[in-house]
């Protein structure tokens, strides 16, 4: 028999060194509320929505923005800290849309998968209550300038509903900006594809369980709208009640399509079932029916453009140019990596390529991943560009956050809070530089 003293020592020992190494791999706190009022001199403001103040002064106090303009403007606040960033740049927080980010963790780990329902119609699933501030994969994303991101569900042909969140809090009650701001639909393609692993070849033809799905969908959002109209309903339908908002206009339905003539198809449906906000998500041939989206106020999101074209045939440039040929047309279009999650810190990327074609300019680029991306979800009054009234989330760089090389984050901060940069990647870093630096 173990000796009760023996073990409870053992116990504590093992408790210790467990906590030791947690305490080395645990994300740094949540950044503290703001104090007091801080002032940012001397750097190059990107506003957002295509200004640039050079030599600027940025204020903020309680989390919000007070004063932007340049430093000849400047008013003193009482008891302001003051910070010299003289030759830095400062940009609006970039949101990423359409993720997986805090659903999924590590993804050869079914534990850690959290995104995905059993079941075809799910609107009231909700990614809300599933996100995990905990995530690893987070603090990797707000160094790379990500401070917003939409966490979506997948699976099924109604996924549920995603929520929109800041790259900090303790849990998701702090994090989030926007609940339930739309729900997902997956529009069944007119042609479906599969591939041959023997030989390596993709074959294409017309999808024949097509029209089963859209006779679901017809039926679904019949019993949805009658439901929506009900005052009180009993007993209460929760599939039912999570679309209400839909025919409300409080949420967007984010339809995932990419075939022009199912774009076309798949608005059509939605505002004849009284659909009050639509999103197209993908939207590969979006291009064909620019003039169409535009007429029906419909933004885009598109898929990650970074890839070679879809078709033999298509020019070699087509995703770069795509987002600049939305933009020219009047439709609103934002650029995400498609349900991805780590690989999203690199979505800056995505626009500064864009920039270079498509006849698009460096700050046109920048409203793909902050002002067009905080107006499809609803949150422009609170984020998306640097103007007076609006939360302080933005990020100070050495330079231009849409290129690798200038993409530099010195400092970020989050509802005024000043957020900690330091991450998983950077503490492996620090612990090989010096086996691997020789």
Not at 28 to 53: D, E, M, S, W
Not at 257 to 272: N, P, S
Not at 330 to 356: M, P, Q
């Amino acid at each position: 028999m173990i000796e009760y003293r023996s073990l409870k020592s053992s116990f504590l020992l093992i408790s210790g060194t467990l906590l030791a190494f947690a305490g080395y791999a645990q994300n740094p706190a949540p950044a503290l509320p703001q104090t007091k009022p801080i002032v940012l001199t001397g750097a190059t403001i990107h506003v957002g929505n295509g200004q640039v103040i050079e030599n600027g002064v940025l204020a903020f106090d309680k989390g919000v923005i007070t004063q932007v303009g340049p430093a000849g403007s400047a008013t003193n606040a009482t008891g302001a800290e003051t910070i010299d960033v003289k030759g830095k740049h400062i940009f609006p927080g970039i949101i990423s849309l359409n993720t997986t980010v805090g659903l999924q963790e590590i993804a050869s780990v079914r534990a850690t998968l959290d995104f995905n329902e059993v079941g075809q119609i799910n609107p009231h699933v909700r990614a809300l209550i599933a996100y995990n501030t905990d995530s690893e994969v987070i603090p990797t994303l707000r160094g790379n300038g990500i401070l917003l991101s939409q966490s979506v569900p997948q699976g099924g042909v109604i996924s549920g509903s995603s929520s929109v969140f800041y790259t900090d809090g303790w849990n998701w009650e702090d994090a989030v900006l926007k609940k339930d701001d739309g729900i997902w639909l997956s529009w069944p393609p007119f042609l479906a594809s599969s591939f041959n692993y023997e030989d390596f070849t993709v074959s294409v033809k017309r999808n024949d369980k097509r029209q089963e799905m859209l006779n679901l969908f017809y039926s679904t959002f019949a019993e949805a709208k009658a439901y929506a109209e009900l005052k009180d309903p009993n007993p209460v339908n929760l599939r039912l009640a999570a679309m209400k908002p839909l025919f409300e206009g409080s949420a967007n339905l984010y339809i995932r399509a990419d075939y022009g003539k199912d774009i076309v198809e798949a608005v059509k449906f939605a505002k004849e079932a009284g659909v009050k906000k639509v999103v197209i998500v993908g939207g590969d041939e979006s291009y064909k029916v620019a003039a169409f989206l535009k007429e029906n106020q419909v933004p885009v999101i598109l898929n990650p453009t970074h890839r070679l074209p879809n078709r033999a045939d298509e020019n070699v440039y087509l995703p770069y140019e795509l987002p600049g040929l939305l933009h020219k047309a009047g439709v609103k279009v934002a650029i995400t990596y498609a349900d991805e999650w780590w690989r999203t810190r690199n979505l800056a990327f995505l626009a500064g390529t864009s920039s270079g074609f498509g006849d698009v300019s460096p700050e046109e680029a920048l409203q793909f991943v902050t002002k067009n991306a905080a107006e499809i979800i609803g949150a422009e009054k609170s984020v998306g560009t640097i103007e007076k009234g609006k939360q302080a989330s933005f990020l100070v760089s050495n330079g231009d956050i849409l290129d690798m090389r200038g993409n530099v984050i010195q400092m970020v901060f989050i509802k005024g809070g000043k957020v900690n940069l330091d991450d998983k990647q950077k503490r492996l870093y620090e612990k090989y530089k010096t086996k691997y630096g020789k």
